[in-house]
C-alpha cells in the first residue's frame, strides 16, 4: 500500500471577522516549501454534536481538546464541548495567550511514552458516512520552538503526517480532513508518535470535527475498502469562502479567482439535485471563457503525488433560461479527455471520476463546440486523494478485547481503537497476525503489569490466541472457560488472585503445552485430562487450595 498523500489547511489563529464580509474572508494558498504538500490558510470554525439538527446547526460533534468548559466561537452560533468524554489519557494545557481563538487557546497532549497511540473513541452510526477534521495549534505549549511532528490515524489506518511547522512559523493553525465509511458503532481518531517525532516532544491536538454526511454523497467510492482525504475543495470566480450555513454539511469551499473573467449567474440552482449536494452559493461566480476560446485552470494549486484522485467539477449556464442557448464544451485533465461534449444548462451538471490518474500540476482545460453559442465556465470543483483503508481486525476480537478493557481497572493507556492496526500501533502488550485476510489477535501479555480486574467469559472467543500471558497482576474472579482457544499454547495466569476452580475445559485443547496456575486462591481438584496430559508443563503450587 502505497504512502497517504496528506494535506495539511491552515488558517489565522487570531484573525478577526469583518461584519460586511464571508465568516471565511481573506483565505489565501501558498505551498508549504520543507514538504511537497501545499498549505491552505483559512479561518475554521466548528460544531456540536446534536442528534437532531435544526436549521442553525449542521449535525456533527465537535470536541475542544484540553478544555474543561464550553466553548464557543465569537459573532456564530457554534460551540465547542470539552473532550474529557472521549479520551482518557493525556494532559490540559492552556496556551498564554489572549488573542487567540477560544478553541485554539488549549490543547490535550501526550507525554506518556509508554503509549503507542493516542485515541479519542466517537460514537457513530455502522454504516455511516462522516467527514473528519483534525485541528492543530501548537502555540509553544511545551516551552519549544518548533512543533512536534507525528502521525495521525483513523480506525486501523494512518491518515497522515502531521506537520504544522511552517504553518506555525507563520502564525497560522492547521487542520487535515477525511471522509471515511463507518465500519462500526464507534469511531477512533488518534495521534501516535513517529520516527519523526523528537524524543523531549510530544504529540497534541486542539480539536476534532466529526460531520454526518448523507448516504448520496461521494457514493461512487467504495468506503468499505477506502476513504477519501481533501486535497481541494474551490468554489471559482468566489473573492469569499464558503461554508456553513450555505454548506449544510459544513465543507469548507475555498475561493478561487486566477486571470481569467469571473461570471454571476442569473439562476438559482437547487443543491437537492446533485449527488454531493454543492451549497447553491458555489453556483453564484464562475470562471469563464470567451466564445469560441478554450479555458484553462491551474487547479489545484501546488504539485500532486502520482496515485489516483477522486474529482467532481460543477457547471452551470450562468445566462437566463432560453431554448436557444447552447452552452457546450469538452474537458480535459492534464490533456486528458475527462468529459465530451459536455451541455451545461441553467439548471446545473455535474461530472465526476471515482479515480482518476494525477501527478505534478494539473491543469483543467475546458474546449468550446464550434456550434456553441457561449463560452466555457466552471464553477467548482473537489479533488480528494483515494487512500487505501488498510486492514481491519476480526469485529469477534475487537469485541473481547473492548470488553477486557472494560472489566480492568487501570488498563494500558492505549488500549483504545483497533487493538491490531497499524501494526506498529498495536494495543500494548498485544500481538497480531496480519498476514492473513482477516487480522486476529494471536498473543496477549501483560505480565507483571501492575493490572487488576476480571477476565470476561468472552474471552473464548479469541480463537486465534496462542498464548496468554496475565501473571504477575492482581486479576481476580474465576477462570473462565475456554473451549474454543484450540491453538493456546501458553497459559501464564500465576501470582495473581484468581478463585473458584481450575477449568475442564483446559485438558481438552489440543495445542496447550504449558499452564502456570500457581500463588492464586484456585480451589478444588485439577481436572484430569490436564494433568494426566503428555507433554504438558503444569504448574499449580505454591499458594492454591487445591485436593489432590
Known amino acids: 500500500m502505497h504512502t497517504p498523500f496528506s494535506f495539511s489547511l491552515s488558517f489565522p489563529p487570531n484573525k478577526q471577522k469583518k461584519k460586511d464580509k464571508s465568516f471565511f474572508e481573506g483565505l489565501i494558498f501558498m505551498p508549504f516549501t520543507n514538504m511537497s504538500l501545499p498549505i491552505f490558510l483559512l479561518w475554521l470554525v466548528s460544531i456540536p454534536f446534536l442528534a437532531h439538527s435544526s436549521p442553525s446547526q449542521p449535525r456533527g460533534t465537535l470536541v475542544s481538546c484540553g478544555s474543561s468548559t464550553k466553548q ?6 457554534l460551540s465547542y464541548i470539552p473532550d474529557d468524554g472521549f479520551i482518557n489519557v493525556g494532559n490540559k494545557t492552556t496556551l498564554e495567550s489572549n488573542d487567540l481563538l477560544p478553541i485554539l487557546s488549549t490543547l490535550r497532549y501526550f507525554p506518556q511514552k509508554s503509549a503507542r497511540k493516542y485515541c479519542y473513541t466517537f460514537q457513530v452510526i455502522r454504516g455511516g458516512k462522516y467527514l473528519v477534521r483534525t485541528i492543530y495549534f501548537y502555540g509553544g505549549f511545551d516551552g519549544g520552538k518548533q512543533p512536534p511532528v507525528f502521525d495521525q490515524i483513523i480506525g486501523g489506518t494512518k491518515w497522515s503526517v502531521v506537520n504544522t511547522t511552517e504553518d506555525y512559523a507563520n502564525g497560522m493553525s492547521s487542520y487535515y480532513e477525511i471522509i471515511i465509511g463507518a465500519h462500526a458503532k464507534t469511531l477512533s481518531v488518534c495521534v501516535a508518535r513517529s520516527n519523526q517525532t523528537a524524543a523531549n516532544s510530544s504529540p497534541f491536538i486542539s480539536a476534532i470535527e466529526v460531520l454526518s454526511l448523507e448516504d448520496s454523497m461521494y457514493n461512487s467510492t467504495d468506503f468499505r475498502t477506502q476513504a477519501l482525504v481533501a486535497v481541494a475543495r474551490s468554489a471559482f470566480g468566489n473573492e469569499d469562502s464558503i461554508s456553513f450555513p450555505d454548506d ?8 478561487f479567482t486566477d486571470k481569467n473573467e469571473v461570471v454571476s449567474t442569473q439562476t438559482i440552482v437547487s443543491s437537492s439535485d446533485f449527488w454531493n449536494k454543492p451549497p447553491e452559493k458555489a453556483f453564484s461566480k464562475a470562471t469563464a471563457g470567451g466564445v469560441g476560446k478554450k479555458l484553462e485552470i491551474q487547479w489545484p494549486s501546488g504539485s500532486l503525488q502520482s496515485t489516483r484522485y477522486y474529482v467532481s467539477l460543477y457547471f452551470q449556464d450562468n445566462r437566463a433560461a432560453s431554448a436557444n442557448a447552447w ?24 461530472i465526476y471520476s471515482a479515480a482518476w490518474p494525477l501527478s505534478g500540476p494539473t491543469t483543467i482545460t475546458l474546449t468550446p463546440d464550434a456550434k456553441s453559442s457561449a463560452g466555457p465556465l466552471i464553477n467548482a470543483g473537489e479533488v480528494y486523494q483515494i487512500l487505501p483503508f488498510g486492514r481491519r481486525t476480526l469485529a469477534k476480537d475487537v469485541a473481547v478485547m473492548e470488553e477486557l478493557a472494560r ?8 488500549w483504545v481503537g483497533d487493538p491490531c492496526l497499524p501494526q506498529e500501533n498495536s494495543w500494548t502488550g498485544v500481538s497480531c497476525s496480519v498476514k492473513d485476510t ?3 489477535i494471536i498473543s496477549l501479555d501483560l505480565s507483571n503489569a501492575g493490572i487488576s480486574g476480571t477476565l470476561p467469559l468472552t474471552i473464548d472467543n479469541l480463537s486465534a490466541l496462542h498464548h496468554l500471558w496475565l501473571g504477575g497482576n492482581k486479576f481476580s474472579g474465576s477462570i473462565p472457560e475456554m473451549n474454543s482457544l484450540l491453538k493456546l499454547e501458553t497459559l501464564h495466569l500465576e501470582n495473581n488472585n484468581f478463585t473458584g476452580e481450575i477449568p475442564q475445559s483446559l485438558g481438552e485443547l489440543p495445542s496447550l503445552r504449558e499452564v502456570l496456575l500457581q500463588n492464586n486462591n484456585l480451589e478444588g481438584s485439577v481436572p484430569e485430562q490436564l494433568a494426566t496430559k ?10 492454591n487450595h487445591l485436593s489432590k
Open 438 to 440: 482477516v487480522t486476529r
Open 534 to 543: 503428555q507433554g504438558l508443563k503444569l504448574q499449580v503450587s505454591p499458594g
Open 407 to 414: 472489566n480492568l481497572d487501570n488498563p494500558p493507556l492505549d
Open 327 to 350: 452552452r457546450v464544451f469538452s474537458v480535459a485533465v492534464n490533456g486528458k479527455t475527462f468529459y465530451n461534449n459536455l451541455n451545461v444548462s441553467t439548471g446545473g451538471v455535474t
Open 72 to 77: 464557543s466561537i465569537p459573532d456564530t452560533s
Open 248 to 255: 449544510p454539511y459544513y465543507r469548507l469551499w475555498q475561493p
